[in-house]
Structures are given as C-alpha cells and as structure tokens.
C-alpha cells in the first residue's frame, strides 16, 4: 500500500520513506543526514524516535475506523547502536496489541548490515468522531 506524506510535513522533513505499508506491517527507511544528528555526526536519538513514532502512526491509522484519527499516547525507546551521517537506517514497525481505544505497535530500528540500533514500543490512542 502506497502512504501519500503529504499531510505529515516533518516526516517529509526527516525524510523518511514509506517502502511498505499493511494493517500489520510498516518498513521505512531514513538516510542520516547532518542536520539530523548531534555532535560526532550521531543520528539525534529524537530523529530515532520521531522515524519510529511515524511508522506506528501509520500502522495505527491503517487500521483506524472510518472517520477517526490517531495520536501517541506513550512511547519508550531503547537506544542499542548509533547511525552516523551517510548511513541509512531501516525501521519495521508490527503491532503488539489492536483494540477498540488504543493500538501498541513495536519498532525496530536496524542499519543496512542488519545491526540493531533501537527498540521503540508506542501506545497509540484512537481519536472518534
């Protein structure tokens, strides 16, 4: 399923890309670049959390009701690795719980060799008209 970001101008501005996106599933990708890292051309662990909040945002409003919208609730991330400039990073995001008020999606955030950099578990609260 294709993700239009148009509505979602700091995705765009972190420039994360959407490369699958399913009720149960959601891959993106982000190339680190320096005006998202701190000192030591590090990835900003905000820039981490914000590509994770995405990507179980997106997961959550797929599965969303007609009419309603989605917002985070909660989020926790463990930082394991770090990203430098150049790298880019993937992130697949599943979700642990789907109900009625909420979603709980996990993300993990992985580099190009496959070496785990964080894990984000989010709570995201469903919004009804």
Known sequence: MEIDLTAQPFARLLGLEVVEASKSHVVGRLTVREDLCTSGHILHGGAFMAFADTLGAIGASLNLPQGAGT?????????????RVGDTI????????????SSVWQTRVTSAEGRLLAVVIQTQMVLTP
Not at 71 to 83: D, I, V, Y
Not at 95 to 101: D, F, Q, T, V
């Open 71 to 83: 917002t985070t609730l909660e989020s926790k991330t463990n930082f394991l690795g770090s990203a």
């Open 90 to 101: 993937t992130a697949e995001t599943t979700p642990l719980h789907l109900g009625r008020r």
